[in-house]
């Protein structure tokens, strides 16, 4: 049965058996529900995504409350949720009638569990010669630390981001709010299109196994070729960049409030002055090319601090923007909810909790001409249960209410 | 053996610096045909970016540049010459994706828009990354990565942990991740729309926002914020113990969130007194204690190199990461037997060591990479071969300056 998902969109008629929790996993599967495949989460009560109890509203005695959590719902809507507990004898074999409908699996365990559940990439391919099955894992599937730990920030240590992140002349320092999970799931999502179109032309499935440790170090060649060309170790340079000056961010009216400013060559330096009033330290000789404004960066950044400080972060970069110098509100949480380019392009979804009150969830990051953005509401935890069972898998309800009963849906 | 995923696919790219080659550097490596359109003697900007071999500047051998267009073929056109967009537009009819980043103002002035390139080919695939994306009412502010990584956010996120917002800006995060994030949104974006024709028959125009690719690393606190009230920044988010300690070589990072990884941690370290203080006895404890707590557990780390620590933690699954130099990662016996990193051989700048695909696929290996292409390399493969100009016609156009 062919995947009964939005019917106008790019992926449409693609299903997704998606075995993903935590960020990365679930964070790729999402892009592919947002390109209109079917995606069905495979969960249970027994094990549920650690996403679906990061809230306040969460208590462990009452299962209902896996349902609100935001920190799921913005990495699953647009998905399905089939609660099969794989701990049950028999769970697997369903998992696997899942697969055998399905175009592609997605997990993220630690290597090794699903080859323990009875559903590796042997197992699955028997079933279904077509599937395409993504594994994410920290370090691969191979090698002497295939199993070792790894979380956003020991990922990005590993990798040598961290070596080169941190305010100047500071110890090295951590790039926040898990980025290596979200570059990975975005590596994910690219490996499993590049796939199917593999698949299209060959009709040939595959194992795609992907590191996110290599996923941080493609995104940061230049580290690895100035060690390897030249003998350079790379080191945090805060703000600053190695060809333009100015380049930081600048300390506004407010708190917490700053303006990102970037100058690229001696022609916006010029607009800067004419942006900032001409005040006569931007007219200064010893600023006019960049080789000596980087060489004079301190003093710069102290005259250019004197004209933001006053000012909003707003105002200052509308004026920046009316000559066409690189710049932008340096956002928080308050700001970027607030951005009205955001806003107008329709990054937010805007939705009710069940529990009251509204809340945002993001739309994936594209527009497509072609097609609307879909959205359906992230999914109760097995709220999909009787629909895969039944109308997918051909179960008839009797069955249905007993696997119910086996806890084998839980 | 298997022809690579993306064989048959043709992508044409007019892109500068990372963010648009990126996302053709994956089709490419991946096995799509991408032919890299340069302006005639200057090319690219990461031509002049570095980093290069004794710091001599060489255009034909910059890093930057020669990873970011592995396995293209290279043609130089200067669009705004005369005859220069129609020859353009040849050589869009036949592809199925075009990639650009540059401004909108700019796209749009050499007739390169989405609706100047939909005549020539209404089937084409156009994937646009720009610093706002193509609406909005600020479609035409200028910004780069620097730009991006801090109207998405990020660098308000950035580093993980501060004592005080004043004294401590947003923070970029080292390179260019914000480019690098969008050119994969762009490839993921513009495979699904090529994806999508087959069935629709059209066309479609792809418009990522570089500010969007960032701010999408959000979606969490975004929700948890508009929920549920609590505001997260690099100052307000809880102290999570993940801030590179000091030790005998460099420094490590640690996460140690769950107890039975404070326990196995105690053991591992020879459970000395100061890890019995009720203080530390659970995550908030150690969170609100952090100072004590790091002051202790520096004594011990310093006594080891980070590798030595890396080993012994993991080996009893406590997650500790040794806050690698580039030296490092290359020499990692894991990174060399996963095959991370892949050599080519350029004609000028000799042979290279590059971080390969992140992703092993079973079915369609990822080779050695051809090499990036010198400017205009494949000026006359690529016109007498897809364009069937005569080789009069080539030298004709040579000498017009117009490739």
């Known amino acids: ?410 | 053996m298997s022809p690579s995923a993306l064989s048959g696919i043709k992508v044409i790219e007019y892109a500068d610096f990372i963010s648009g080659p990126f996302c053709g550097k994956l089709l490419a490596d991946m096995g799509a045909t991408v032919i890299k359109v340069e302006t005639p003697g200057s090319g690219d900007s990461s031509r002049r970016s570095g980093p290069f071999a004794g710091n001599k500047p060489d255009p034909e051998a910059s890093g930057l540049f020669l990873y970011l267009n592995t396995n293209k073929s290279g043609i130089t056109l200067d669009l705004e010459a005369p005859g220069g967009l129609s020859l353009f537009k040849d050589l869009v009819k036949p592809c199925d994706i075009f990639i650009t980043n540059h401004h909108p103002g700019a796209a749009r002035k050499l007739g390169i828009h989405y609706a100047g390139l939909k005549k020539a080919n209404p089937f084409l695939v156009y994937a646009s990354v720009t610093p706002f994306g193509l609406t909005g009412p600020q479609k035409n502010y200028h910004g780069n990565n620097f730009i991006a990584f801090n109207t998405g956010g990020m660098a308000s996120f950035t580093p993980d942990w501060v004592e005080d917002h004043g004294s401590c800006p947003p923070l970029q995060a080292g390179g260019y991740q914000a480019d690098y994030a969008a050119g994969i949104v762009a490839a993921t974006a513009a495979l699904g729309a090529l994806y999508g024709r087959y069935a629709s028959g059209k066309g479609c125009m792809v418009d990522v926002s570089e500010q969007e690719a960032v701010a999408f690393a959000l979606a969490r606190s975004v929700s948890f914020y508009t929920y549920e009230g609590i505001r997260q920044d690099r100052q307000k988010i809880e102290r999570s113990m993940e801030s590179p300690v000091p030790c005998k070589d460099g420094y490590v990072e640690l996460h140690i969130v769950e107890d039975n990884h404070w326990q196995a941690f105690r053991e591992v370290i020879g459970n000395p007194e100061w890890t019995e203080d009720p203080l530390f006895k659970n995550y908030a404890g150690r969170c609100h204690n952090w100072n004590l707590m790091e002051e202790n557990l520096t004594r011990w780390t310093m006594q080891h190199t980070r590798q030595e620590i890396y080993h012994l933690m993991q080996s009893r699954r406590v997650a500790f990461g040794p806050v690698n130099k580039a030296e490092d990662v290359l020499r990692s016996e894991h990174i060399k037997q996963r095959g991370c990193f892949k050599e080519t051989n350029h004609p000028r700048a000799g042979k290279l060591t590059l971080p390969g695909v992140p992703f092993k696929m079973s079915a369609a290996p990822n080779n050695t990479p051809a090499p990036a292409p010198l400017l205009g390399q494949h000026n006359r493969q690529v016109y007498g071969g897809m364009l069937g100009l005569s080789r009069e016609e080539i030298a004709g156009l040579g000498k017009k300056g117009i490739i």
């Open chain 1, 1 to 410: 049965m062919k995947a009964k998902s939005n019917n106008n969109l790019p992926l449409s008629g693609i299903r997704v058996a998606d075995l993903t929790w935590w960020q990365a996993g679930p964070q790729a599967t999402v892009l592919l529900a947002g390109l209109g495949a079917e995606v069905i989460r495979v969960e249970s009560r027994q094990r549920p995504d650690i996403m679906r109890r990061v809230s306040t509203h969460f208590r462990e005695d009452d299962p209902a409350t896996l349902n609100y959590s935001p920190h799921f719902y913005s990495l699953n809507y647009n998905k399905k949720s089939l609660s099969l507990n794989l701990t049950r004898p028999g769970s697997a074999g369903i998992a696997r009638e899942l697969v055998k409908i399905s175009d592609i699996v997605v997990e993220n365990f630690a290597g090794g569990v699903m080859e323990r559940l009875g559903l590796g990439y042997a197992a699955l391919k028997e079933v279904n010669p077509g599937i395409i099955m993504l594994s994410v894992t920290g370090m691969g599937q191979t090698g002497p630390e295939k199993h070792y730990l790894s979380y956003a920030q020991t990922m990005h240590a590993f990798t040598g981001l961290t070596s080169i992140t941190g305010y100047a002349g500071g110890p090295p320092r951590s790039v926040g709010a898990f980025w290596g999970d979200h570059v990975s799931a975005y590596s994910a999502s690219f490996a499993v299109l590049a796939a199917l179109h593999h698949r299209r032309r060959t009709g040939e499935g595959q194992y795609i196994d992907l590191s996110m440790s290599e996923a941080v170090i493609s995104t940061i060649p230049e580290v690895f070729l100035a060690y390897e060309m030249k003998g350079e170790v790379s080191k945090p340079r805060g703000n600053r960049d190695e060809l333009m000056a100015p380049h930081g961010c600048y300390r506004c009216k407010g708190e917490d409030c700053w303006a990102a400013i970037a100058v690229r060559n001696d022609m916006e330096w010029q607009a800067f002055g004419r942006a900032a009033g001409s005040p006569a330290w931007a007219g200064k000789r010893k600023f006019a090319r960049a080789a000596d404004r980087l060489r004079y960066q301190d003093e710069l950044d102290t005259f250019i601090e004197s004209w933001t400080r006053d000012r909003t972060a707003r105002e200052v970069v509308e004026a920046l923007q009316s000559e066409g110098i690189p710049s932008g509100t340096s956002s928080d949480l308050d700001g970027l909810i607030a951005d009205p380019q955001l806003r107008q392009r329709g990054f937010f979804i805007r939705r009710r909790h069940p529990k009251g009150g509204y809340g945002l969830q993001l739309r994936a990051p594209w527009k497509l001409s072609d097609y609307p953005h879909p959205y359906q509401p992230p999914p109760d935890l097995g709220q999909h249960s009787r629909y895969v069972i039944c109308e997918l898998l051909g179960r008839t309800e009797e069955e249905f209410r007993k696997l119910i009963d086996a806890k084998v849906i839980y």
